[in-house]
């Protein structure tokens, strides 16, 4: 019986890993500063949770999700995205109560049942940010530059930024009758989707892909028409702080969110020029989902990508992350006394922060010689008979041949000052 992977999974072999590696780090230290913290919750949610928190009507939550009883009869769900875990978290340990706006990213597993293709996966990694506690449009912008920030620092460019403001409850009431009695006319002709959204998520029918649709819908209201005194405000303040900052936009009347709980901000970003990569990050403001988790009334705002549509990006790019760290020291002995000292002098290496390895295998000096040359070690360790006898190694340094005795007592000295870090 051989395993295999299960479907729209994927191995993370050692070489990607790295480019993986880069990626979270990069992201890491953008999110330092801008003062974001970490924030790790579990993998599994009460299902009701993402019922709520990704709503009803989305596909996630109708077709998606990986739900399960568990031996307690609970009905339980790998997480699909991550904003709900984190609101649910933010109302459950009280973390509105911090004075200042509570600023979080997380990076970890996602799971949706969807057909596997290039970038979209049924377990793929996503790191995502929500901002909670503050209305201010200078936060949409942070978030906003952030991403970018992020992306660029990646190595990505032509990046396409594009925005749109999506109302709020008091404004999208409005647009939605009106949008409504528009596509009823020509509810025929629409897609099969959007048929159905006409009646529960009018909104989405504005960003479907389909050619009729987009037709159809071309001279339809646009919620900027319909934007309430507050809502415009924000939007254009926005506009102002992003043009401050030199962050050049788009405005897409098109790019909507379908739920209730989103307000104002939405964004989108793209990667050009990478195929069919297209929108590499969504984002927006989600004024009412803290109310719809159980929480009180707190704005807030977010965005999310996965890693492995940024793999796909960089590598489309033919982005080189440079050569692969070498080791330090790798450590050759001959004899079954040598092979004892070395495992001590390996572990003294270790303890004092140098990276080092040695053969396993039993091999000869010339295998153990090209194992070596393999690890792309700085300095290379010979120990045999008669440095055990002279409590001596020979060390030599591989960049530029050049090898002496050291003694055992100086070994550890003579490297780390010599060792450039890589
Ligand atoms: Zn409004
Ligand atoms: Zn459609």
């Known amino acids: 019986m051989k395993f295999r992977i299960p479907r729209g999974t994927a191995d993370v072999l050692p070489k990607e890993s790295r480019i993986w590696d880069f990626i979270e780090q990069t992201a890491k230290n953008v999110f330092k500063r801008y003062n974001y913290k970490e924030i790790r919750t579990p ?11 990704v709503g009803e009507t ?19 769900t790998l997480r699909p995205e991550g904003t709900a875990s984190v609101v649910r978290s933010f109302v459950e340990n009280k973390l509105y109560a911090d004075p200042d706006p509570v600023k979080l990213y997380y990076i970890g597993p996602m799971f949706r049942y969807e057909r596997p293709q290039s970038g979209r996966m049924r377990q793929f990694t996503q790191i995502g940010v929500e901002a909670l506690g503050s209305n201010d449009p200078r936060i949409d912008a942070e978030v906003i530059s952030m991403a970018l920030r992020q992306f660029e ?7 396409r930024l594009e925005i749109n403001s999506v109302g709020c409850s008091s404004c999208r009431p409005v647009h939605r009758e009106k949008l409504v009695t528009y596509l009823h006319d020509v509810k025929e002709q629409l897609c099969k989707d959007c048929q159905s959204r006409l009646e529960r998520n009018p909104l989405r029918i504005l960003d479907c892909k389909n050619e009729t649709c987009k037709s159809l819908t071309k001279e339809a209201p646009t919620i900027e028409q319909h934007l309430c005194d507050d809502c415009r405000t924000h939007y254009e303040d926005l506009k102002g702080h992003l043009d401050s900052m030199g962050i050049s936009y788009i405005e897409n009347p098109r790019l909507v969110r379908g739920l209730d709980y989103y307000t104002q901000t939405a964004f989108e970003i793209m990667a050009e020029g990478i195929g069919a990569i297209g929108t590499i990050c969504g984002g927006g403001r989600y004024n009412g989902l803290v109310g719809e988790i159980g929480g009180n009334d707190v704005p807030g705002i977010g965005y999310a990508f996965s890693i492995e549509r940024i793999v796909l990006a960089l590598k489309a790019k033919g982005i080189d992350l440079g050569l692969e760290q070498g080791l330090d020291v790798y450590l050759i002995a001959l004899g079954q006394e040598a092979k004892t000292v070395a495992t001590k002098i390996l572990d003294n290496l270790r303890k004092n922060k140098l990276s080092a390895d040695m053969d396993y295998l039993d091999r000869k000096m010339k295998a153990q010689m090209k194992a070596a040359d393999r690890s792309d070690a700085q300095y290379v360790i010979i120990i045999g008979e008669d440095e055990i006898a002279k409590q001596k190694v020979i060390l030599r340094n591989m960049e530029t041949g050049d090898q002496k005795e050291v003694s055992f007592d100086d070994l550890i000295e003579t490297i780390s000052s010599q060792i450039i870090k890589r």
């Open 153 to 159: 620092e990646m190595g990505l460019d032509n990046l």
């Open 58 to 76: 989305t596909d996630i939550v109708e077709k998606e999700m990986y739900t399960f009883k568990d031996k307690g009869d609970r009905s339980l």
């Open 43 to 53: 993998i599994f949610e009460h299902t009701e949770l993402f019922q709520r928190g």
